[in-house]
């Protein structure tokens, strides 16, 4: 295992998409929809575009690299080859219940009152699921040998995977959540096999549908997490901010935060810095280690000065000990312009080394 300094730095996941790989616009469409290059080109273009996601990293000096995720057209979409699922024939959603509120306010103006619900679609559950063999498999092992730092792979995690299927088989969210947990165990397992340094699964919806999800959330997390070797982490957030046109702090987020602290998780990562979060909301985490999301990610944020970040932290400090607190962007990277993603991840790594000066024992 590698010796991992104080205040690790890391992306959340995904890394800047290169306009010349793919169309940003399509990104909601299904997945695979959105590459710019022919299906022949296309397996070369998406190695040189993780070479340059590690690239970025390792200039910037982040302590765990990811491949950016650079293979994936969404952190969702890319394990709809789930056996049991079908991508093809779409079902209609009716469940658009959430615990968010006024805490996030989009880009698109809100339908009248007395307008009809638009139709949206997702991916059916049509038979009972199953891990169909690896699907990281071989992407990991591409950054196991190109990182120059410790290695961290991300995968969805089973309760943001079942909001976001039409359930034709379980009956029930819970069981649906259930069978993807232990999928996603498999699946994870066969990461770990190879040597990861990092393991995160990713819960969005824990926060954005916590009152649905609560009674069975742990349960399904530990399933989908039993076994491993690897460091694990969960990252729980407000979405991306490309959409959103304002975030503000939600009261759920801590009770979200409580119940991924009662798991075995080693690492809670959270989005903190656009909503406007305080030092109190930490507690909710327990004795966790913190990844705080020190980068506000939204498209028209300015670059963070390392003397930003480090406030930011040193605030986290005042509840959370220097050894349990690791930095972050927010979310995902993917929608930003390089130059500015590139000039983010820096000025957080050299935080990092302000803190670790200050703090180091």
Same mark, same amino acid.
């Given at each position: 295992?590698?010796?991992?300094?104080?205040?690790?730095?890391?992306?959340?996941?995904?890394?800047?998409?290169?306009?010349?790989?793919?169309?940003?616009?399509?990104?909601?469409?299904?997945?695979?929809?959105?590459?710019?290059?022919?299906?022949?080109?296309?397996?070369?273009?998406?190695?040189?575009?993780?070479?340059?996601?590690?690239?970025?990293? *390792?200039?910037? *000096?982040?302590?765990?690299?990811?491949?950016?995720?650079?293979?994936?057209?969404?952190?969702?979409?890319?394990?709809?080859?789930?056996?049991? @699922?079908?991508?093809?024939?779409?079902?209609?959603?009716?469940?658009?219940?959430?615990? @968010?509120?006024?805490?996030?306010?989009?880009?698109?103006?809100?339908?009248?009152?007395?307008?009809?619900?638009?139709?949206?679609?997702?991916?059916?559950?049509?038979?009972?699921?199953?891990?169909?063999?690896?699907?990281?498999?071989?992407?990991?092992?591409?950054?196991?040998?190109?990182?120059? *730092?410790?290695?961290?792979?991300?995968?969805?995690?089973?309760?943001?995977?079942?909001?976001?299927?039409?359930?034709?088989?379980?009956?029930?969210?819970?069981?649906?959540?259930?069978?993807?947990?232990?999928?996603?165990?498999?699946?994870?397992?066969?990461?770990?096999?190879?040597?990861?340094?990092?393991?995160?699964?990713?819960?969005?919806?824990?926060?954005?549908?916590?009152?649905?999800?609560?009674?069975?959330?742990?349960?399904? @997390?530990?399933?989908?997490?039993?076994?491993?070797?690897?460091?694990?982490?969960?990252?729980?957030?407000? *979405?991306?901010?490309?959409?959103?046109?304002?975030?503000?702090?939600?009261?759920?987020?801590?009770?979200?935060?409580?119940?991924?602290?009662?798991?075995?998780?080693?690492?809670?990562?959270?989005?903190?810095?656009?909503?406007?979060?305080?030092?109190?909301?930490?507690?909710?985490?327990?004795?966790?280690?913190?990844?705080?999301?020190?980068?506000?990610?939204?498209?028209?944020?300015?670059?963070?000065?390392?003397?930003? @970040?480090?406030?930011?932290?040193?605030?986290?400090?005042?509840?959370?000990?220097?050894?349990?607190?690791?930095?972050?962007?927010?979310?995902?990277?993917?929608?930003?312009?390089?130059?500015?993603?590139?000039?983010?991840?820096?000025?957080?790594?050299?935080?990092?080394?302000?803190?670790?000066?200050?703090?180091?024992?």
């Amino acid at each position: 295992m590698c010796d991992t300094p104080l205040f690790a730095t890391q992306l959340v996941g995904s890394w800047v998409k290169p306009s010349w790989l793919c169309n940003h616009e399509l990104v909601y469409g299904p997945e695979g929809s959105w590459w710019k290059l022919p299906a022949a080109d296309l397996p070369a273009a998406l190695d040189d575009a993780v070479e340059v996601a590690l690239a970025d990293q *390792g200039r910037a *000096g982040l302590t765990y690299q990811t491949d950016g995720e650079q293979r994936r057209q969404s952190f969702s979409g890319y394990f709809y080859q789930i056996d049991g @699922i079908d991508s093809e024939q779409m079902g209609v959603v009716t469940n658009f219940d959430n615990d @968010i509120g006024d805490s996030i306010k989009l880009k698109s103006p809100a339908p009248p009152p007395d307008a009809p619900k638009p139709t949206f679609e997702q991916p059916r559950v049509v038979s009972e699921l199953s891990w169909p063999g690896p699907m990281l498999e071989e992407a990991t092992q591409f950054l196991k040998e190109r990182a120059t *730092g410790q290695t961290k792979v991300t995968m969805i995690g089973p309760c943001t995977l079942a909001l976001r299927l039409v359930d034709e088989k379980y009956g029930s969210l819970q069981e649906l959540t259930l069978a993807l947990a232990d999928v996603i165990n498999e699946e994870l397992r066969s990461i770990d096999a190879l040597g990861v340094d990092l393991i995160q699964i990713d819960e969005p919806e824990v926060h954005f549908r916590y009152s649905q999800v609560s009674g069975f959330a742990a349960e399904a @997390i530990e399933r989908a997490l039993a076994g491993l070797s690897a460091r694990t982490a969960i990252h729980m957030c407000y *979405g991306y901010a490309r959409s959103k046109a304002e975030k503000s702090a939600n009261p759920v987020y801590g009770k979200a935060l409580q119940l991924l602290a009662g798991t075995s998780v080693d690492d809670i990562s959270l989005e903190y810095a656009q909503p406007g979060h305080v030092p109190d909301l930490l507690a909710n985490a327990g004795d966790k280690t913190v990844v705080l999301g020190v980068l506000n990610l939204h498209p028209d944020a300015p670059v963070e000065t390392p003397e930003d @970040i480090v406030t930011l932290a040193e605030g986290a400090l005042s509840v959370v000990a220097p050894e349990r607190l690791r930095l972050a962007p927010d979310c995902g990277m993917w929608f930003l312009p390089r130059a500015k993603a590139v000039a983010k991840i820096k000025a957080m790594e050299a935080a990092a080394r302000i803190l670790r000066a200050r703090y180091s024992p």
